[in-house]
Protein backbone atom coordinates (compact mmCIF):
# COMPACT_ATOMS: atom_id res chain seq x y z
CA UNK A 1 0.00 0.00 0.00
CA UNK A 2 1.63 3.41 -1.01
CA UNK A 3 0.43 5.57 1.94
CA UNK A 4 0.75 9.07 -0.07
CA UNK A 5 -2.39 7.59 -1.99
CA UNK A 6 -5.07 10.02 -1.61
CA UNK A 7 -8.12 8.50 0.41
CA UNK A 8 -11.41 7.93 -1.05
CA UNK A 9 -14.58 7.90 0.84
CA UNK A 10 -15.06 4.14 0.15
CA UNK A 11 -11.62 4.08 2.18
CA UNK A 12 -13.02 5.96 4.87
CA UNK A 13 -16.10 3.61 4.78
CA UNK A 14 -14.20 0.94 5.21
CA UNK A 15 -12.05 2.76 7.94
CA UNK A 16 -15.31 3.75 9.73
CA UNK A 17 -16.66 0.00 9.52
CA UNK A 18 -13.53 -1.57 11.08
CA UNK A 19 -13.73 1.39 14.22
CA UNK A 20 -17.04 0.11 14.69
CA UNK A 21 -16.36 -3.48 14.81
CA UNK A 22 -13.31 -2.77 17.10
CA UNK A 23 -15.61 -0.56 19.65
CA UNK A 24 -18.56 -3.47 19.62
CA UNK A 25 -15.59 -5.71 20.33
CA UNK A 26 -14.69 -3.32 23.61
CA UNK A 27 -11.36 -2.48 21.90
CA UNK A 28 -12.72 1.27 21.91
CA UNK A 29 -14.40 3.65 24.56
CA UNK A 30 -17.35 5.49 22.38
CA UNK A 31 -14.97 8.59 23.02
CA UNK A 32 -12.31 7.12 21.33
CA UNK A 33 -14.59 5.95 18.49
CA UNK A 34 -15.86 9.29 18.19
CA UNK A 35 -12.60 10.63 18.10
CA UNK A 36 -11.35 8.50 15.28
CA UNK A 37 -13.98 8.49 13.28
CA UNK A 38 -13.80 12.33 12.97
CA UNK A 39 -10.30 12.21 12.52
CA UNK A 40 -11.14 9.07 9.26
CA UNK A 41 -13.16 12.31 7.63
CA UNK A 42 -10.00 14.63 7.91
CA UNK A 43 -7.83 12.29 7.02
CA UNK A 44 -6.29 12.84 3.35
CA UNK A 45 -4.01 9.77 2.54
CA UNK A 46 -4.32 6.11 3.04
CA UNK A 47 -1.62 6.75 5.43
CA UNK A 48 -3.73 9.11 7.62
CA UNK A 49 -5.76 6.06 7.60
CA UNK A 50 -3.65 3.22 8.56
CA UNK A 51 -2.24 5.40 11.50
CA UNK A 52 -6.10 5.65 13.18
CA UNK A 53 -6.15 1.53 13.46
CA UNK A 54 -2.34 0.89 13.85
CA UNK A 55 -2.91 -0.04 17.35
CA UNK A 56 -5.70 -2.23 16.38
CA UNK A 57 -5.55 -6.15 15.52
CA UNK A 58 -6.20 -6.98 12.28
CA UNK A 59 -10.28 -8.31 11.64
CA UNK A 60 -11.36 -11.21 9.71
CA UNK A 61 -13.16 -10.02 6.49
CA UNK A 62 -16.86 -9.28 7.60
CA UNK A 63 -19.03 -11.61 6.31
CA UNK A 64 -20.62 -11.15 3.06
CA UNK A 65 -23.87 -9.46 3.43
CA UNK A 66 -25.36 -10.84 0.15
CA UNK A 67 -26.80 -13.94 1.01
CA UNK A 68 -27.80 -13.55 4.70
CA UNK A 69 -29.49 -10.25 3.93
CA UNK A 70 -31.36 -11.87 1.26
CA UNK A 71 -32.76 -14.71 2.57
CA UNK A 72 -33.36 -12.16 5.56
CA UNK A 73 -35.39 -9.93 3.58
CA UNK A 74 -37.66 -12.38 1.49
CA UNK A 75 -38.72 -13.79 5.25
CA UNK A 76 -39.53 -10.11 6.13
CA UNK A 77 -41.49 -9.59 3.29
CA UNK A 78 -43.51 -12.92 3.26
CA UNK A 79 -44.66 -12.37 6.94
CA UNK A 80 -45.46 -9.06 5.68
CA UNK A 81 -47.72 -10.37 2.91
CA UNK A 82 -49.11 -12.99 5.46
CA UNK A 83 -50.36 -9.98 7.81
CA UNK A 84 -51.41 -7.92 4.86
CA UNK A 85 -53.45 -11.10 3.46
CA UNK A 86 -55.23 -11.90 7.37
CA UNK A 87 -56.09 -8.36 7.62
CA UNK A 88 -57.62 -7.94 4.40
CA UNK A 89 -59.94 -11.25 4.92
CA UNK A 90 -60.86 -9.97 8.74
CA UNK A 91 -61.80 -7.02 6.65
CA UNK A 92 -64.01 -8.65 4.51
CA UNK A 93 -65.57 -10.97 7.29
CA UNK A 94 -66.01 -7.83 9.30
CA UNK A 95 -68.03 -6.13 5.83
CA UNK A 96 -69.81 -9.17 5.32
CA UNK A 97 -71.28 -9.58 8.97
CA UNK A 98 -72.57 -5.65 9.56
CA UNK A 99 -74.34 -5.29 5.72
Same mark, same amino acid.
Request: glycine share 8%.
Given at each position: ?????? &??? $???????? $???????? /?????????? @?? %??????????? !????????????????? %????? %???? @??????? &???????? !?? /? %???????
Amino acid at each position: MDVELR &ASD $DDRHRVVA $DLHRHTTA /GRLTLDEFSE @RV %GAVWTARTLGD !LAALTRDLPVLPDAPAA %GAADV %GHGR @RELLVLF &AVAALTLL !LL /G %GFLAVTR
